[in-house]
């Protein structure tokens, strides 16, 4: 049985759901559950409060109905599974490890950040600074899969370090910013400057975008890796494994910074 | 020694002693099935016993594109040899010499297994720099830039220390000819067993050996009991109808892929019949206190 967590109303000041994550909820009793504290001010927030709590095993949370103030959830995953039927806020899956964090509505900025195992999947957009590291951070992902169906704001995959990050829709600007390592793939139209003062890693466009006079054209090629990720990513994205098995214009760059990254279009 | 006669074959009462040996299995894939059996067919060249070879190598078997990492045709290489040391060894030096070099490869690991042994981590630092790494998930391959386009190689692949090497039949035959029907039609049969090789020239080997020798430092000699022009003169164990002896040897990564091999052989044999065929089957022991492994033929029989 799984964790039903049932929004009362849309609360009234943002709140900090990193408690609720599987690991550190199992086996609290209803009541204990209830008392866990998610006030982000002066004011007391409690799961009571806020919620209609439906006991389950922790293994497996759901929560039916989000809200743009649900920040840090999901944070510190390590395994299982948390189902959002709704949006969140700040921050969503900060710090995950493992397991799979499902969300059905949109999330707000860094969505992502600090992800290091497991899969996130948001079905809405997702805000900007996606996989991004936060303040006083060094890099972004370090690994996993994050995919979003919908669209992702300026900065998606910012400092990147290892990992994949789909989105199948469009993305702002400077996409796959500064990124250290790790694929970036992007159905949609890219804004301004993808790929920004990337040093190594893939970024692959789903097509042709202006980038930095520091990217230079190394032709056009069907690699056998791209082949590879194509039937890796198969099951979670179609439109992806579509994207890779096309011939790819390669670019490598960025030249203003190390050089060895490289971002792809369809030739 | 008993003797059990099949379809007019005789099969000896004995049994084939085998060793554990550490395995390994890759997939070389390349733009066509021709040039990933090339690639596969040089890595596993040379490769025919321990003893001078290092390791022991064979194709598996096809594999379609579609089961394949990157939807190309491939094929399934088997290594094993005696120690985890000298398989890795030959390991990174034949995907580098063989594979590598050979134009449109690829190479994946194809052993599930929590030992691993490393490839694209060996052979990443031809790249001199250029090398790119890619992971996805739990998966890591190594991107090297070649003249043709890229070398994509896994990173490990799987190891076992469960292998077993030394499974054998000794076939014996009135002519060369009948002989090689026999052997050549076990052969066949054998391919298709999956995680079994046969690493000798087609599979076949005709100077079967013994251990030791009557000169200082030569380990393994040739198996006179078996020879037929020696018959009479040494301690033989050939009939007086024998004029023809082959050996198949077979190694598995598994105890039960080698008794599996060894059974559709002798399945094949004894199917054949003498006149065409084998007058005999026998296999190849040291008594049994040498290998851990033994293939009773007896049990084996269909």
Same mark, same amino acid.
């Given at each position: ?90 921050? =969503?899956?900060?710090?995950? %490890? /493992?397991? #799979? !964090?499902? $969300?059905? @509505?949109? *999330? &707000?900025? +860094? =969505?992502?950040?600090?992800? %290091? /195992?497991? #899969? !996130?999947? $948001?079905? @809405?957009? *997702? &805000?900007? +600074? ?5 303040? /006083? ?5 370090? @690994? ?124 | ?55 022991e190598a064979g194709i598996d078997h096809e594999v379609a594109p579609e089961n394949t990492p990157d939807g190309r045709p491939g094929v399934r290489v088997l290594l094993l040899s005696m120690s985890t040391d000298m398989l890795q060894t030959q390991l990174v030096n034949r995907a580098g010499q063989c594979v590598l070099t050979s134009p449109g490869s690829a190479v994946f690991g194809d052993l599930a297994s929590p030992d691993r042994l490393a490839i694209g981590d060996s052979l ?179």
């Amino acid at each position: 049985m799984t964790l039903v967590l049932t929004l009362k109303q849309e609360p009234d000041q943002r709140l900090d759901l990193s408690p609720l994550a599987p690991h550190l909820v199992e086996g609290k009793s209803a009541a204990e559950l209830a008392a866990i504290e998610l006030q982000t001010t002066r004011e007391t927030r409690t799961v009571g409060d806020v919620f209609n709590v439906k006991t389950g095993e922790a293994g497996s949370i759901r929560f039916e109905g989000g809200s743009s103030r649900f920040d840090n959830l999901g944070a510190g995953l390590k395994s299982g599974e948390i189902i959002v039927e709704g949006a969140v806020g700040h921050a =969503a899956g900060h710090d995950m %490890s /493992g397991g #799979r !964090l499902t $969300i059905h @509505g949109d *999330a &707000g900025p +860094f =969505a992502g950040t600090g992800l %290091s /195992g497991g #899969r !996130l999947e $948001i079905k @809405g957009s *997702a &805000g900007d +600074f996606l996989g991004a590291p936060l303040d /006083g951070e060094m890099e972004g992902v370090t @690994g996993g899969l994050i995919i979003v169906r919908g669209s992702a704001g300026n900065r998606t995959g910012d400092r990147l370090r290892r990992g994949t990050i789909v989105v199948e829709g469009a993305v702002g600007d400077y996409a796959g910013s500064r990124i250290i390592a790790g694929t970036l793939i992007v159905l949609g139209s890219a804004g301004r400057l993808p790929g920004y003062l990337m040093r190594r890693g893939t970024i692959v466009l789903g097509s042709a975008a202006t980038l930095s006079p520091t990217f230079i054209d190394c032709g056009a090629h069907n690699l056998v890796f791209a082949g590879v990720f194509a039937r890796l990513l198969r099951a979670d994205s179609k439109g992806a494994a579509e994207l890779l098995d096309k011939t790819l214009r390669r670019f490598g760059g960025d030249t203003a910074v190390l050089g060895k990254g490289e971002l792809f279009y369809p030739a | 020694m008993r003797e059990i006669i099949k379809n007019g074959v005789r099969i000896d009462d004995t049994f084939a002693e085998a060793f554990p040996m550490r395995g390994t299995a890759i997939i070389i894939t390349a733009p066509n099935l021709k040039w990933a059996r090339q690639a596969a067919t040089t890595m596993t060249g040379f490769a025919t016993s321990v003893i001078g070879c290092g390791v022991e190598a064979g194709i598996d078997h096809e594999v379609a594109p579609e089961n394949t990492p990157d939807g190309r045709p491939g094929v399934r290489v088997l290594l094993l040899s005696m120690s985890t040391d000298m398989l890795q060894t030959q390991l990174v030096n034949r995907a580098g010499q063989c594979v590598l070099t050979s134009p449109g490869s690829a190479v994946f690991g194809d052993l599930a297994s929590p030992d691993r042994l490393a490839i694209g981590d060996s052979l990443r630092y031809f790249g001199d720099g250029w090398q790119i790494s890619k992971k996805f998930l739990d998966r890591h391959f190594w991107r090297i830039p070649v003249m043709d386009g890229e070398f994509l190689c896994e990173a490990t692949t799987g190891l076992t220390k469960k292998a077993v090497g030394g499974g054998n039949l000794l076939i014996m035959g009135t002519s060369f000819a009948t002989t090689m029907n026999a052997a050549e039609a076990a052969i066949e049969a054998m391919h298709g067993v999956e995680s079994a090789i046969m690493p000798f020239p087609g599979g076949i080997v005709r100077s079967g050996s013994k251990v030791g020798s009557k000169y200082a430092g030569v380990p393994a000699s040739t198996n006179d009991a078996y020879c037929p022009t020696l018959r009479g003169v040494t301690k033989s164990i050939l009939d007086a109808d024998v004029g023809a002896v082959l050996e198949i040897v077979i190694d598995g990564l598994t105890e039960s892929a080698v008794a599996e091999a060894m059974r559709v052989g002798l399945a094949a044999i004894i199917k054949l019949g003498p006149k065409d065929g084998a007058l005999r089957v026998g296999a190849g022991n040291y008594g049994g206190k040498l290998g851990p492994f033994h293939f009773h033929l007896k049990d084996l029989l269909p």
